[in-house]
């Protein structure tokens, strides 16, 4: 991997901002040549810094007015039952993202669903009864603070 410089720092910058910028766009903005950010794009994405490129959806006017963070216990700690468990969540649509974690909880989910009824259904008829699952604990979000905002992209330390 070579190092990243300014020009790369802010391609990614303007990229993460507007994925459909076009390499002529692009290079007006970062002051280089349509091919020298195109050979750039080609690089940062080749060594995984640009991993997709993806439409942000609005939920709400998809019909899926609640976004439910849920804490989840394993009923058991081992290897399987980690596996049990992130496999079943590959497979729920309704799941958006799933960290595991230190602490009380080993898992948040950040769920979305239609309204109270579907949140019930996730709950009670998807995670409780899964084998891997001991407890869940539901957080209703009244409001979104700070939605994805990209990530902070700075010049590296040198080392």
């Given at each position: 991997?070579?190092?990243?410089?300014?020009?790369?720092?802010?391609?990614?910058?303007?990229?993460?901002?507007?994925?459909?910028?076009?390499?002529?766009?692009?290079?007006?903005?970062?002051?280089?040549?349509?091919?020298?950010?195109?050979?750039?794009?080609?690089?940062?994405?080749?060594?995984?810094?640009?991993?997709?490129?993806r439409?942000?959806?609005?939920?709400?006017?998809?019909?899926?007015?609640?976004l439910?963070?849920?804490?989840?216990?394993?009923?058991?700690?081992?290897?399987?039952?980690?596996?049990?468990?992130?496999?079943?969540?590959?497979?729920?649509?309704?799941?958006?993202?799933?960290?595991?974690?230190?602490?009380?909880?080993?898992?948040?989910?950040k769920?979305?669903?239609?309204?109270?009824?579907?949140?019930?259904?996730?709950?009670?008829?998807?995670?409780?009864p899964?084998e891997?699952?001991?407890?869940?604990?539901?957080?209703?979000?009244?409001?979104?603070?700070?939605?994805?905002?990209?990530?902070?992209?700075?010049?590296?330390?040198?080392a």
């Open positions: 991997m070579d190092a990243l410089d300014g020009y790369d720092l802010k391609i990614l910058s303007h990229l993460q901002t507007d994925g459909r910028l076009t390499n002529n766009e692009l290079s007006e903005l970062v002051a280089l040549s349509p091919s020298q950010c195109s050979r750039r794009r080609a690089r940062l994405e080749g060594e995984g810094f640009i991993q997709t490129y439409a942000h959806l609005n939920r709400q006017k998809l019909g899926l007015d609640l439910v963070v849920i804490a989840v216990t394993l009923a058991t700690h081992n290897r399987d039952n980690a596996k049990r468990f992130a496999r079943l969540v590959e497979d729920l649509p309704e799941v958006l993202e799933c960290f595991s974690l230190t602490g009380e909880m080993d898992y948040h989910l769920v979305v669903t239609r309204d109270l009824a579907g949140l019930s259904h996730f709950v009670n008829d998807i995670l409780l899964h891997s699952v001991q407890h869940v604990k539901t957080s209703i979000v009244l409001n979104v603070l700070k939605d994805f905002g990209g990530i902070p992209i700075q010049k590296p330390a040198k």
